[in-house]
C-alpha cells in the first residue's frame, strides 16, 4: 500500500487525499452535467464546497463518537489524525447542509438530489480507492480467503507487533492457528468500490427514465444502506448496541427513510425529463439554376 505518494520537502502528498480530491472533482463534473441537462440553477460549485467542509467535519465528528476510548486517551492524536473518517457522518452533515443552502436559494430539492446520487455513488467508490491505498483501518476482519490482502505499511497496519487488536481478532476467529507476522484480512475497500462502480453505472442509466422526482435519489439512498449494512458483517468496527454496529444501525435509520421517501414520491406525477438537444441537420443546397442549356 500507499500512503504516502511522494512529497516536495516537507509537504507530502498522501494517496487517500489524492483520491478524496478526485472523488469530489469526478462528482462535481457529473453533477453539473445533469444539473445543466434537468435545467436547474447551476450551484454546483458552492455545493461541492459544502459538501467538501462539511463532509469532513462529519466524517471526523462520526467516528471519534465511535471510538471515545481513543479520544479520553489521546485527544489531539485523534481529533487531527489523517485517518478515521466516517462515511456516514460525511453524507449525513452534508446533506443536511445543501438542503437548507438549496432551499435558501429555492432551489428544487427532489430535481437536484436526483442529479447528485449517481455522482455521490461513484465518488464514493473512488474515496474508497483510497481507504485501500492508505491502509488506513477501513479493511475487515482477519480471512483466510484467496483474496485477502495485508497492509504492512498502511497508516493502521496488520503488523502483528502493531496491531494488537487485529491479534485479538485473529485468535477469536482462528484460535488453533499461531499468528502470523502479518494477518491478512478481508480487503473491504474493494467490496465497496465494486458495488458503487455497479450501482452507479445503474443509476446512470436510470437516471433519463421519466418518473417522480426523487426516486432516484432515495433508489441511491437503499442501495447505499443495504450495501453498507452487509459489508459491516466483516469489517472490523465496534458493536455498538443489539449486535450491530455504529454503520449498521445508521443503514437501518437511512433504509427506513429510502422506503418512506421513496412510497411518498412514487405518489406523485411522473416528471419527464428534458428532451435531449436534437442533432442539427444539414439544409440542403437548391441546385443552382442553369443561365443556359445544354
Not at 6 to 25: E, H, Q, R, W
Not at 136 to 153: I, S, V
Request: with cysteine.
Amino acid at each position: 500500500m500507499y500512503p504516502e505518494l511522494f512529497s516536495i520537502g516537507p509537504i507530502k502528498f498522501y494517496s487517500f487525499g489524492a483520491m478524496l480530491a478526485l472523488a469530489f472533482l469526478a462528482a462535481n463534473y457529473l453533477m453539473a452535467k445533469e444539473v445543466a441537462r434537468k435545467k436547474l440553477p447551476d450551484v454546483t460549485n458552492t455545493v461541492l464546497a459544502l459538501s467538501i467542509i462539511l463532509g469532513l467535519v462529519g466524517a471526523k465528528l462520526f467516528d471519534v463518537l465511535e471510538h471515545l476510548d481513543d479520544l479520553a486517551r489521546d485527544p489531539l492524536g485523534t481529533l487531527f489524525s489523517s485517518g478515521g473518517l466516517a462515511y456516514y457522518g460525511g453524507l449525513i452533515l452534508a446533506l443536511i447542509g445543501n438542503y437548507i443552502y438549496l432551499k435558501w436559494r429555492k432551489v428544487p430539492i427532489l430535481p437536484f438530489l436526483d442529479a447528485a446520487a449517481p455522482a455521490i455513488m461513484l465518488a464514493y467508490g473512488i474515496g474508497r480507492i483510497g481507504c485501500l491505498l492508505a491502509g488506513d483501518g477501513c479493511y475487515g476482519q482477519p480471512t483466510d480467503l484467496p483474496w485477502a490482502m495485508t497492509y504492512p505499511n498502511g497508516i493502521v497496519s496488520t503488523l502483528a507487533d502493531r496491531n494488537p487488536r487485529l491479534v485479538h481478532e485473529f485468535k477469536r476467529l482462528f484460535p488453533n492457528q499461531p499468528v502470523p507476522a502479518d494477518i491478512a484480512v478481508h480487503p473491504t475497500p474493494i467490496y465497496e468500490s465494486l458495488y458503487a462502480f455497479i450501482f452507479f453505472v445503474v443509476l446512470w442509466r436510470m437516471r433519463l427514465q421519466a418518473r417522480p422526482h426523487g426516486q432516484l435519489f432515495f433508489l441511491f439512498l437503499a442501495l447505499q444502506a443495504v450495501s453498507r449494512f452487509l459489508v459491516e458483517f466483516v469489517r472490523l468496527n465496534d458493536v455498538v448496541a443489539f449486535g450491530l454496529t455504529q454503520a449498521q444501525l445508521i443503514s437501518i435509520v437511512l433504509l427506513i427513510v429510502a422506503l418512506v421517501g421513496w412510497q411518498r414520491v412514487s405518489a406523485q406525477p411522473i416528471a419527464a425529463e428534458p428532451a435531449a438537444p436534437a442533432t442539427p441537420t444539414k439544409k440542403k443546397k437548391s441546385p443552382k439554376k442553369q443561365l443556359y442549356s445544354t
